[in-house]
């Protein structure tokens, strides 16, 4: 049995490899997260200073440094670009996808680990998620292990039981052991991303309290042991940080935190039901059989069932929290795809293991969404090349501008839509056949495979009609004794893509300086078209040229009499 899951480790660590790092660096980060991100890695690396989070050389206090750090390590290995930023969730995704096989082998078996990490790696979002440059894979990772730990305080499993029947004394060292472990990991999660880290824990804590019947399951002293480890892993940033700045520092990133959740930031209002659409058809396939495992019962242990409502409170709370929460992002809820895909598996098992018929309503529903994506994916080229008639009608001229570029979108659209289709037909048939194991392996592998062809189709095109032409204009400047910066619009495209350093331009309005200011070396400035009229004023900038929906300037400085 060990031989049998070292070789299915070995087989998911090679997916990993097959999958998420071909292609990893060819089409370049996109603003704002990824590049957001990496940037503040560079100028970790750029400046030495590795204590602080920065972005154009000053204090960023909308996250830690963890995840920072281990990006900056990536950057100094595959040096600073677009593989170097995305590579740490290469490995995040590897050590993700072991731990919850290992996990669903633990609590099950062998075949429920292979659905689990199955239903996660060959849905749609869960598989493009390993693909990035953003925190949250990380984040979300360290968050569901303390989860996890939690679990495990409350719930031992039956070999720790006979211990215990042999020393009861080794009852409360096992549970503080386990406190400390998930203290560390909520830690860790929150040098990540922040306090919502522990929000999530101690409301799935206050969450299981209601589910036990209000009975007590946790002692004071292990809840403050639990919450001491957390806030010990964090202060050992956030207390050197205090200590040498101040508040100062602090105050911001708790105000920062707060408006996250109190207003809509940066445009990304959505309405309440954003995160359940995006989870439904977005994770999909396993986000329809994650759906029947929430309203369908099947035989499990005492120990399975607790499993199962842990990772459904947490798939709950995260939702909800985030669907309250007044910004709403497409990765806000991505942490629901560990305890979804867990509920994804939970089904499949049932299927093949319990013989359930009454999952034929299911099967017809998901056939139904397989061939629905698959004629999109068939007329994605015919959309394509509409898109600028459909894009006439808007009123916005930056977007009319970007559509106009060229864009061959060729015809392999059809083919990726043709796969689907198939791939849907023979898990139909072959499911209908009673082969129910082979039909999962085609529907999960062929969704991942298909997605990576889609993945390789279009983000470049996406790249080409959104930032194209703003990346190329950046890497031209890059290592010139140059000024750049944006105008009326918000990227760091300019920081990363021209490798900016430090400079010494006046600190309090660094952006009107370099428009009206007495400069010392030529500025460039990029405006989204629809922009130009309300950021551009001063007559000495020389419109250079318009392209992708963007208009590209340049100021000289004056030349002083008397100076050559």
Excluded at 190 to 214: D, E, M, Q, R, W
Excluded at 236 to 255: A, D, K, S, V
Excluded at 354 to 366: A, E, G, P, V
Excluded at 405 to 411: H, Y
Aim: glycine letters at 6%; hydrophobic letters at 50%; proline letters at 4%.
């Amino acid at each position: 049995m060990k031989h049998r899951n070292f070789i299915i480790s070995v087989i998911i660590i090679l997916f990993c490899i097959i999958f998420y790092i071909p292609f990893l660096g060819d089409v370049p980060l996109f603003d704002w997260d990824e590049l957001n991100f990496a940037e503040s890695s560079r100028e970790m690396i750029v400046s030495e200073n590795y204590a602080r989070v920065m972005v154009n050389f000053k204090p960023f206090w909308e996250k830690p440094p963890l995840f920072f750090w281990i990006q900056t390590i990536s950057m100094k290995v595959f040096g600073i670009g677009e593989f170097g930023a995305r590579f740490p969730n290469v490995i995040c995704g590897i050590i993700t996808l072991l731990m919850i096989f290992h996990i669903g082998r633990k609590y099950h078996d062998t075949l429920f680990g292979i659905f689990w990490s199955l239903s996660f790696a060959g849905s749609f979002l869960p598989h493009l998620y390993f693909k990035t440059g953003i925190i949250d894979p990380f984040f979300n990772l360290f968050i569901f292990s303390g989860v996890f730990f939690l679990f495990r305080t409350f719930h031992p499993d039956l070999e720790t039981e006979r211990e215990w029947e042999k020393n009861i004394s080794m009852i409360q060292s096992y549970r503080n052991k386990q406190l400390m472990i998930a203290g560390f990991f909520i830690g860790t999660a929150i040098l990540t991303k922040g306090p919502v880290a522990l929000l999530i824990s101690l409301l799935c804590l206050g969450v299981y309290f209601s589910v036990n019947h209000f009975k007590k399951f946790i002692s004071f002293k292990e809840f403050i042991i639990f919450c001491f480890v957390s806030g010990f892993i964090s202060l050992l940033w956030f207390g050197p940080e205090t200590y040498q700045n101040g508040f100062w520092f602090l105050g911001e990133f708790i105000r920062y935190q707060l408006a996250l959740a109190g207003t809509s930031q940066a445009g990304h209002g959505q309405p309440f039901y954003y995160h359940f659409v995006v989870l439904f058809f977005g994770c999909f396939p396993s986000s329809i059989f994650a759906i029947f495992s929430l309203f369908t019962q099947r035989e499990e242990s005492p120990l399975q069932r607790s499993l199962r409502i842990w990772m459904q409170i947490l798939f709950w709370i995260v939702l909800l929290l985030f669907s309250i929460v007044t910004t709403k992002i497409l990765h806000y809820s991505s942490l629901c795809y560990l305890p979804m895909t867990y509920l994804s598996a939970n089904t499949l098992y049932a299927i093949v293991c319990q013989r359930q018929n009454k999952l034929s309503l299911l099967i017809k529903i998901l056939f139904g969404m397989g061939i629905l994506y698959s004629f999109l994916f068939l007329s994605l080229p015919f959309i394509g090349k509409m898109l600028p008639n459909f894009i006439d009608k808007t009123n916005d001229i930056y977007i009319k501008e970007a559509m106009k570029i060229q864009v061959d979108w060729g015809l392999n659209g059809i083919w990726i839509g043709i796969l689907f289709l198939i791939c849907n037909i023979l898990f139909f048939l072959i499911f209908k056949k009673g082969k129910t194991k082979l039909a999962i392996g085609i529907l999960f592998g062929g969704t991942a495979i298909i997605f990576e062809l889609l993945l390789i189709y279009i983000i470049p095109k996406v790249n080409t009609y959104t930032q194209e032409a703003n990346v190329n204009f950046f890497k031209s400047l890059r290592n010139k004794d140059v000024y750049i910066e944006v105008l009326g619009h918000r990227s760091y495209g300019y920081l990363f893509y021209s490798d900016k350093q430090p400079s010494k331009t006046p600190s309090m309005d660094e952006k009107h300086w370099l428009v009206y200011g007495e400069i010392d070396k030529p500025a460039y400035f990029v405006v989204k078209k629809s922009n130009v009229l309300k950021e551009i004023f001063n007559p000495e900038l020389r419109l250079i040229k318009e392209e992708n929906g963007f208009c590209f300037y340049e100021r000289l400085p004056k030349v002083r009499e008397g100076v050559p």
